[in-house]
């Protein structure tokens, strides 16, 4: 199994209509009996605020038999009870911290964030394994090296619970990675050649929302470079072959439309582009963002639009994609693409108790207080990488490994936007077959 394009931000921000991810709600199920008590968890989904923000029931999904699947596969797959629990409490930690985030005050006049409470921050630590006093000393006083002397750089309490949902986002993202690892352990006879293979691909649909941000965008770029994909494959080869096979046709171009959009996404001084060096610009805000994003794209490329009002008054920007014009709000997107790592913090839980968190972070640098002697001066390794860089990298992996395949595809069709049996909504049904370009096909 091979990870691609995992959406780190769900974990932390859910729209109204959307549910985090299963295995949160899987856990509150109470199938495993102690998995509460070890978990420091309470009975109520809603005290736990990083997944309480959308929905938290699927009418099609009983939490409590998706558990009891996920408890028996763990056994399957050849995890020790030990490491099944590592999991189920690193799972756990990022729900406390999400509580964490709520808990700090600013202090005298440059606002210092301090923790009053430290209720949520003693369950986090414990999970964790690390020493709770350090821990939110070091969220609010991370250190930083200044020449040759270490000092510790005073934080607000936004910047002090962006720095916590970092660490949350990251334990997820690394635990899901060693997850994977352990399962292709288990399932991989490494005697064998690997000469044929059958990979499904599930992906995420267009996605327009009244408030569209980073995650929208993201998803909306995948999907232009897929159904570009599809149309090659189903469209254009399609055509050669009857050329091949001497019928009457006259070509019909089903691709370009779309390349015409992945090129202000990818071009030098495209969107994509742009976004990167603004993230890397110490002084850039959102403002200089889309100052610049308007004079390097506004009138240069036709897939660039000024954003619709209705319903996001305050959006920055307009992308016309094949489904549908999305208006953009580009606010905060730089923070979240340097998605910063506390590495105080990460040294601690890199010397802490809890194994299966000092194997996730086994290739972070931390925060060593001597510098590594066969280091020779280099930049830490994955250093300065930006979301997106990295977004774009696998999906160009994605895309080449697609490119080497025999492909075969299930469309599907969202019939209404309630998801209730039966229900038809006929135009809803015609914007898709449009958009995804079966109409023409047919035609």
Known sequence: MVVYLLEKSRLTYQQPLERCYHAFYNLMSDFVPDLKEKCLLTDNILDYWFVSQGK????????????????????????????KYDVFKNTACMMHMGNMTKDFVPVGKEEQAEIKNEDNAVKVAALAGIDCEWMITYFCKPKLKVGTEWVNKGSTCANASNSVAGIARAIYERTFRLMVDKCNETLIDPTMKKVHYIGVLDIAGFEIFDYNGFEQICINYVNEKLQQFFNSHMFTLEQEEYVREGLDWANVDFGMDLQKCIDMFEKPMGLLAVFEEESLFPKATDQTFCEKLHANLLGKWPNFAKPNPRPDPDAHFAVIHYAATVSYNLTAWLEKNKDPLNDTIVEM????????MIQCFADHPGQPLETPKDDGGRKKKGGGKTVSSYFKGQLDDLMTTLYKTEPHFIRCVVPNTHKEPGGVESGLVMHQYQCNGVLAGIA
């Open 349 to 356: 839980i890199k010397n802490g108790s809890n194994s299966l």
């Open 56 to 83: 938290l029931t699927v009418p099609s999904i009983d939490d409590k038999e998706d558990m009891m699947y996920a408890d028996e596969a763990f056994d399957i797959l050849g995890f020790t009870q030990d490491e």
